[in-house]
């Protein structure tokens, strides 16, 4: 039995085109590179996180970020995908995060609430979808 095979000529398929916005680009290569500093870093309880959280609004953002990421593993039970910076490929992970925070950036928060639904563990909702909001400077003054 041979296996099928199929030659593909590269030079002429078709490109897949560039869908995402330079701000989007720029938010998801910073996400790549706190994610990456987070890796060298202690892993920390997410309930932990959100308490110790101080609302310094001049670094508020990058805060809630940096606990986000460094807690995600807990609240997916898993430990998440991110490529290097300026990579053209991204990973479910990836994309689902740029999602939930144009959601909260955007105040559209049913689709927040079933994105961390369908992929948060239940004990995690409140703490991760805390972190979410302060990531985009949504937090409660």
């Known amino acids: 039995m041979k296996p099928n095979r199929v030659s593909v000529d590269w030079a002429e398929a078709p490109l ?3 869908t995402r916005s330079q701000s989007q680009l720029y938010k998801l290569n910073k996400l790549r590179l ?3 500093r987070c890796r060298a870093s202690t892993q ?8 110790l959280l101080n609302v310094n609004e001049t670094l508020a953002e990058t805060h809630f970020e940096e606990a986000l990421l460094r807690t995600l593993r807990q609240g997916l039970q898993r430990k998440p995908k991110f490529y ?3 990579s053209s490929e991204e ?4 994309k689902w995060l740029l999602q ?3 959601a909260a950036e955007s105040d559209d928060f049913a689709s927040v609430e079933f994105l961390i639904r369908s ?3 239940r004990r995690m909702w409140r703490s991760i979808r805390f972190l979410i909001f302060g990531s985009v400077g949504k937090f409660k003054k």
């Open 84 to 86: 290097s910076v300026g």
């Open 16 to 18: 897949i085109p560039q």
């Open 44 to 51: 920390v309880d997410v309930f932990e996180a959100c308490k």
């Open 119 to 121: 992929r948060i563990d």
């Open 34 to 36: 706190t994610a990456m």
């Open 100 to 102: 939930v925070l144009g």
């Open 91 to 94: 990973s479910f992970d990836e």
